[in-house]
């Protein structure tokens, strides 16, 4: 009987908006007892997935936000699938093997089997430790067959490292030996970088596409470099790169310059399939130059699902969506297509670049454009009299809806405050052209202040003003 009266409580006939359900709070701490209705469910849930901003207007990930819609389809189609289930999809495993073939090829990979060496994650995050551990593992066996003690591994990586790296180290304490960014040295310096290094180095790690600042480490100049400190050293420390952004843009619009598997020392890259790779997250890729640098201590086999599955990652089960939709982008865009696409990001940002840099109150960080992204901060005499920062240009921009990061760089530059963009598929001439306007618009109110703002007045007395470290960089 109560149970009727409940079912009338929230029937099919009750509207949505006119349930009990929409009278109280939403579950925060227990599940609740009854089952509400899908629609009811699917509103609760809906209501609370409000982006504060378009995606698109999104300028400061760089993670797909466009994909056409046929790509949208095959990826929603294989919402259900398991990558994992090899067995059940096998094709799909083919699937990504080629993609990792592919991408092997694009960083001309030197492996002549049929399939190369490589591994699917869930982003350059879990690519970036599959990299790591690999290059630790092998190290780890070299030592032990010189009867060497393997307790105290170490890495070298810029300060303008993404997150990962100290997620890396901490989690498998591996130290993590930094060379600092400065005015002068903007990107990874190969000797400071060499002057770290030592027995217990497992490798060196450049960035291409650093997170903050959008710039390449010279892998050229470090290879080079390395190569004479093991020769001298007998050491055999090698590079993995992580190319997180400049994966995809690398291959495409620089393909004479060499920073891949060309140079002797590098042994695996990782990038970010869901950053320039084109595709919604989450996805990356790790590839190594041969399968010997891929150590068997990272193989697992499972003989439960129906067949001997042979798996290289952090996750077991993960989804199969974002493999289609890498796979189709290859197919759908071709080299030139990719080409192009990374083309018209770069022209945009070196638009948004020149005319940045001519606007009175700001400068650019580097006069060059590496990647679909730059910072910029405020010029000193400027910073001197005006009364904002550039934290407030930030909440400016986010009335009209776009999301422009503000926040410090790391360690000895943690004064420069800067602003990025990130110009991504989907970003247009005109969309560019909108922005600029909101800028010049937001500058001119921000010029009328009479009095310094909240953010202003906290850096001027040395204060750290909570949230102002920009989360959404990955930092
Ligand atoms: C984004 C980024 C990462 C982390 O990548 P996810 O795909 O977000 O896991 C690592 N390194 C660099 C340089 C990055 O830009």
């Known amino acids: 009987m109560k149970q009727k009266e409940d079912l009338q409580e929230t029937g099919v006939t009750t509207s949505v908006f006119g349930s009990q359900e929409m009278l109280k709070s939403a579950p925060t701490d227990k599940i609740p007892q009854k089952p509400t209705t899908p629609e009811i469910a699917y509103q609760m849930v809906k209501d609370e997935t409000y982006a504060q901003t378009q995606p698109r207007l999104n300028l400061a990930t760089f993670v797909t936000t466009y994909m056409d819609s046929y790509a949208t389809k095959l990826m929603n189609d294989a919402i259900a699938i398991n990558y994992i289930d090899e067995t059940e999809y096998p094709r799909i495993a083919v699937m990504c093997a080629k993609c990792i073939n592919i991408i092997a090829n694009l960083w001309n990979t030197p492996e ?41 591994p170490n890495f070298v ?23 600092p960014l400065t005015t002068e040295k903007l990107t990874l310096c190969p000797q400071e970088a060499i002057a770290m290094c030592d027995e217990n180095t497992i490798c060196v790690v450049p960035i291409q596409g650093v997170t903050w600042t959008g710039l390449n480490d010279d892998v050229k100049a470090l290879n080079d470099a390395l190569d004479e400190y093991n020769k001298k050293t007998g050491y055999e420390i090698p590079i993995h790169v992580d190319a997180a952004s400049g994966g995809f843009i690398l ?7 060499e920073w891949d598997f060309r140079l002797k020392w590098v ?27 891929l150590p068997d201590s990272m193989s697992f086999s499972v003989n439960y ?22 796979y189709y982008q290859f197919i759908r865009l071709g080299f030139e297509g990719y080409k ?57 921009l986010k ?52 009095y310094p703002t909240p953010s202003r007045i906290a850096i001027e007395s040395n204060i750290k003003v909570k949230g102002t470290v920009y989360t959404h960089t990955g930092k």
Not at 251 to 257: A, D, G, S, V, Y
């Open 112 to 152: 002549k089997a049929k399939w190369k060496a490589g591994a699917l994650g869930i982003g350059s995050s879990e690519a970036c430790m599959l990299g790591g551990v690999a290059a630790w593992q092998r190290w780890k066996k070299r030592r032990q067959a010189e009867g060497k003690p393997c307790d105290k």
């Open 305 to 326: 699902l129906g067949a001997d599955v042979t798996q290289v990652g952090l996750n077991f089960s993960r989804p199969a969506a974002q493999i289609l939709g890498q």
């Open 157 to 179: 990586i810029s300060s303008g490292y993404q997150v990962v790296w100290e997620k890396f180290a901490q989690l498998w304490q591996i130290e993590m030996r930094t060379v």
């Open 340 to 396: 192009a696409i990374q083309h018209n990001s770069m022209e945009i940002t070196k638009y948004l670049h020149s005319e940045i840099g001519k606007m009175k109150p700001f400068r650019n960080y580097s006069d060059e454009v590496t990647n679909p992204l730059f910072i910029w901060e405020m010029k000193e005499e400027y910073m001197k009299r005006g009364k904002w920062t550039l934290y407030d240009l930030q909440d400016k």
């Open 399 to 450: 009335q009209n809806g776009w999301m422009v990061p503000a926040y410090t760089l790391p360690a000895k530059l943690e004064k420069t405050i800067v602003m990025r963009l990130v110009v991504r598929n989907g970003f247009s001439r005109d969309m560019a052209d909108q922005l600029l306007s909101d800028i010049a618009a937001a500058v001119a109110e921000l010029d009328k202040l009479q």
């Open 251 to 257: 291959p495409f619009l620089e393909p004479q310059k």
């Open 267 to 293: 042994l695996s890259i990782s990038t970010s399939g869901h950053k320039y790779g084109l595709v919604y997250p989450g996805v990356g890729w790790v590839v190594w130059k041969d399968k010997k640098y």
